[in-house]
């Protein structure tokens, strides 16, 4: 039987981040707790803050289960991994300004150069173009996992347009509003500083081309779309326009907004639509969600785009598995952070590995997300597993496996009272003139007992994200 890292009980008891609420989860009667959990569903339904799931049929507006039950960092656990993120931030964003330049890391062996040139996400009509202040990733989510007391690992990267800020912030906000004795009583870090810290790293780089305070909008593909509402929601707290497609059109050097008071011109675009769709005059001929000739205004150096166009080969799954040598190689450092152990399919020895141990592995899509076209090998049926070892026949370079790790536990409000259940972690790592990034991020938590799968499209929840201060 696996043995779980339980992150609020060890042998000794009960472990310093959580004691304060030790004696909050026994003394919540039953009545009270219900009370409050739905308190809490009335308050994101009020607000409105809801995630789709397509091709499922019926109304694909659902609210993300949320668990009263704080996840808490030690503020010593919580400054490793702040190194950790932000030197695994600064890597990647030397890896893409590298590969869409000299490409220098494949020259010296150290990546396969199929794996960055050949990838469907490098886009070769931004090769050449050095985006301002030189960031491509502007917004890096990085996805982590616990297995011990110190023993974190990188699960995945998350470089183009990573989701669930929104949750983090009303995660919080929900919280303070609910329990405000529990904030009385334990000094936590706060976190609601995101939204003017991402306005600043947006502001910090304007292109050089901008005459004074850069005007910054969110690029959204509309309502339909399953973050529409942290869209909307970041527009809001940024004090910034949020516009679709049809909202701006290029005129000479410059991109410009449609306003009642007349066109106005755009000096950033936070874009949350994907590169096909950008410029249907660069891309995909077909795209009605983005700005014909904006690849043009953002080539000669006239709008930034964040994240850059082609950040996406960065957080490739085959990619992946080389960001600790790219830490090497472009910062001259060890990871702080591990990578979880990977296997790639492409590789003849590693797929006869991963075909003999199919049932013991996790196997995913190397372009895959949201917990969609994955294998988790010990939760799978004989007939999954075969169906599986036949796409990994067909077509192996499309997979990488790792090990099922024992993902840590946090107790979680359940029917019966408090279970544990395994969870991971997203900071969102911020990347402009300088990096940073607020103290927690989103804790997404497998609400199905034994399940590893915490993705909501997948039945997972969220949790609030606690780091102690000092």
């Known amino acids: 039987m696996i043995d779980f890292f339980n992150e609020m009980y060890d042998a000794g008891g009960v472990r310093p981040p959580y004691a304060k609420l030790r004696d909050w989860m026994d003394t919540m009667p039953a009545e009270l707790r219900s009370l409050k959990q739905a308190e809490a569903e009335a308050l994101f339904r009020r607000i409105g803050i809801t995630f789709a799931v397509y091709g499922e ?45 000299r490409g220098e890391i ?37 996805d982590l996992v616990r297995t011990g007391p110190d023993e974190f690992y990188v699960l995945e990267d998350n470089c183009r347009t990573p989701s669930g800020v929104s949750y983090m912030l ?26 003017s810290l991402l306005r600043r790293t947006l502001a910090s780089v304007a292109p050089e081309k901008c005459p004074g305070d850069p005007t910054v909008v969110i690029l959204t593909p509309g309502h339909f779309n399953s973050a529409y509402y942290e869209h909307s929601f970041l ?16 005129e000479g050097e410059h991109v410009w907004m449609r306003t009642t008071r007349g066109p106005e011109r755009v000096d950033v675009i936070y874009r949350r639509i994907d590169d096909p769709f950008l410029d249907p005059l660069c891309f995909r001929p077909d795209s009605m969600l983005g700005v014909p000739g904006l690849m043009d205004v ?12 082609g950040a996406g080969v960065a957080d490739d799954k085959a990619i992946y598995c080389y960001v600790p040598e ?9 990871p702080i952070l591990e990578n979880v152990p990977t296997w790639q399919c492409a590789k003849p020895d590693e797929l006869k590995h991963v075909l003999a141990n ?26 999954q597993i075969e169906a599986f070892r036949a796409k990994l026949t067909e077509q192996p370079h499309n997979y990488i496996a790792q090990p099922t790790l024992a993902l840590s536990t946090v107790p979680t409000f359940v029917e019966e009272g408090v ?24 804790t997404r938590v497998a609400l199905t007992e034994g399940s590893l799968v915490v993705n909501s499209s997948q039945g997972g929840g969220v949790k609030d994200t606690w780091v102690m201060a000092e």
Request: proline content about 8%.
């Open 57 to 101: 049929g019926g109304d694909p507006d659902r609210l993300i289960p949320f668990d009263m039950f704080p996840r808490v960092f030690a503020h010593a656990e919580w400054r490793r991994l702040e190194r950790g993120i932000k030197q695994r931030a600064r890597a990647l964003n030397a890896f893409l300004a590298d590969v869409y330049d």
């Open 106 to 142: 494949v020259r010296a062996g150290r990546i396969p150069k199929r794996l960055v040139y050949l990838n469907e996400a490098y886009e070769k009509a931004v090769a050449g173009i050095r985006p301002p202040k030189g960031v491509y990733s502007h917004i890096v989510g990085i």
């Open 170 to 195: 009303e995660n919080r906000e929900i919280m303070m509003r609910m329990f405000p004795d529990l904030f009385g009583a334990n000094r936590i870090e706060p976190v609601d500083s995101y939204p």
């Open 235 to 250: 527009a809001d707290l940024m004090g910034v326009e949020l516009v679709e497609g049809q909202d701006l059109f290029v």
């Open 298 to 309: 953002y080539r000669a150096g006239g709008v930034a785009i964040a994240s850059a166009p």
């Open 326 to 334: 790219m830490v090497r190689f472009y910062l001259g450092e060890e």
């Open 358 to 383: 199919l049932p013991e592995l996790v196997v995913k899509e190397v372009h895959g997300s949201g917990g969609y076209g994955m294998l988790v090998g010990p939760k799978a049926s004989k007939e």
């Open 419 to 442: 279970a544990p259940r395994h969870v991971d972690l997203r900071p969102y790592c911020l990347v402009g003139e300088r990096i940073e990034l607020v103290p927690g991020g989103l």
